[in-house]
């Protein structure tokens, strides 16, 4: 795991982009999606690289996590997982992605 600290969610994804973490990943019900290559993945077929955790400025409570996640196929992208009530992303599936 990576122990580089940024500043913003921002900085962050854009230093995975640059690292090759290019597609995005979201947690469906029961896979976990890569957003521009459309391949669907089960979280034993995904390894977690790095994780950075965020802080909202004004409001501690509102975290997210933004991981870069690589499948055994290759593929490449980062997940953003928000504590917010409003978050729907299927957080039980992501817990299930070795580390």
Do not use: C, V, W
């Amino acid at each position: 795991m990576n122990t580089t600290k940024f500043d913003t969610l921002a900085n962050a994804t854009n230093h995975l982009t640059n690292l090759g973490y290019t597609d995005n990943f979201i947690a469906k019900d029961s896979t976990i999606q890569a957003l521009y290559s459309k391949k669907n993945f089960k979280p034993t077929e995904l390894r977690i690289d790095e994780k950075y955790r965020f802080e909202g400025m004004t409001n501690p409570s509102d975290q997210s996590e933004l991981f870069a996640i690589t499948a055994n196929d290759g593929t490449k992208g980062t997940l953003t997982m928000s504590y917010s009530a409003e978050s729907n992303q299927n957080r039980e599936l992501i817990k299930q992605i070795e580390s």
